[in-house]
């Protein structure tokens, strides 16, 4: 039994007496559990539509989810949701940050600190607990948003291009760093990104999507041993692979913009 199944899902935007607009169309998708899921797809084609419908945020036109077999409505109790953006609060400190996810789940703030300070050595966050947001590098604020996802204590985590606004040696770090915390945590991940390499250095399996309206193009296994260090990005299995998945978003990319151009017409 899947972890998380995506059975039949289709969306569509757009207010009474507009022409719908189709995101979604008949997507399946299936992750086991405690397996790392990257999600590669051209620009605009619907992957943070897909994340809101997972999470329970928005309702889709059809379809169903299900958590270990059984199907959700409504806000997904098992899922912990991580955006682009780290959404800290610029008048709350790092510690503050880290539970205010805890907090409104109903924990309390006493237990959810003790908590996060067993976690900050781990992050390295220690000696940062008291400072504000504006003091952090764009990685640490990017791990405190970690942090806080992680003490939801939510079985799948959803991380939609966490990394996308990092320099490239931070966010090589923090692969390193997100691989490490996952293959220490019983936990299940999907990972959106724009970036072919990190879905290949991070991923289980990736999922290739079409251009809008959204479905699976095709679901490929990685067969590179973990950890990928530098011998396994040098590999020809490796460059092999990132053709493969340029080649396919390519497609996708240009069929998008044909489709643009026609109804631009």
């Known amino acids: ?7 039949q899902v289709s969306h569509r935007f757009g207010k009474r007496g507009e022409v719908p607009v189709e995101v979604l169309r008949g997507l399946n ?7 790392f899921v990257t999600i590669v797809g ?28 059984e199907p959700n409505v409504g806000a997904n109790p098992h899922i912990a949701y991580m955006l682009q953006k780290d959404l800290l609060l610029d008048w709350r400190n790092v510690l503050d940050n880290i539970v205010i996810g805890a ?6 703030k006493k237990e959810a600190r003790a908590e ?52 490239a040696q931070t966010r090589t770090i923090m692969q390193e760093f997100l691989l490490g915390l996952w293959g220490s945590l019983d936990r299940t991940i999907l990972f959106i990104t ?13 999922y290739v999507m079409t251009a809008r309206p959204m479905q699976v193009k095709a679901r490929i296994k990685v ?25 396919m978003i390519h497609q996708e990319s240009v069929r998008a913009l044909a489709d643009e151009a026609c109804e631009a017409a």
């Open 42 to 69: 051209p620009s605009g084609c619907g992957k943070s539509t897909l994340f809101n419908v997972i999470a329970g945020l928005i309702e889709p036109t059809a379809g169903r989810i299900l958590v270990d077999g």
């Open 116 to 167: 996060a300070l067993r976690w900050v050595d781990q992050f390295g966050l220690r000696g940062f607990e008291q400072k504000y947001p504006f003091a952090l590098s764009g990685g640490m604020r990017q791990r405190v948003a970690l942090l806080r996802t992680l003490l939801t204590h939510r079985e799948i985590m959803l991380l939609d291009e966490p990394f996308g606004s990092l320099d």
């Open 223 to 247: 067969d590179l041993p973990r950890p990928r260090g530098f011998d396994v990005l040098l590999s020809q299995q490796f460059f092999t692979l990132k053709a493969q998945l340029m080649n």
């Open 194 to 206: 724009h970036d072919v390499e990190e879905a290949i250095v991070l991923g289980d399996d990736i």
């Open 103 to 108: 907090e409104m789940l109903g924990r309390s």
């Open 1 to 7: 039994m899947s972890k998380l199944a995506i059975e």
């Open 29 to 35: 998708l299936e992750v086991e559990e405690r397996q």
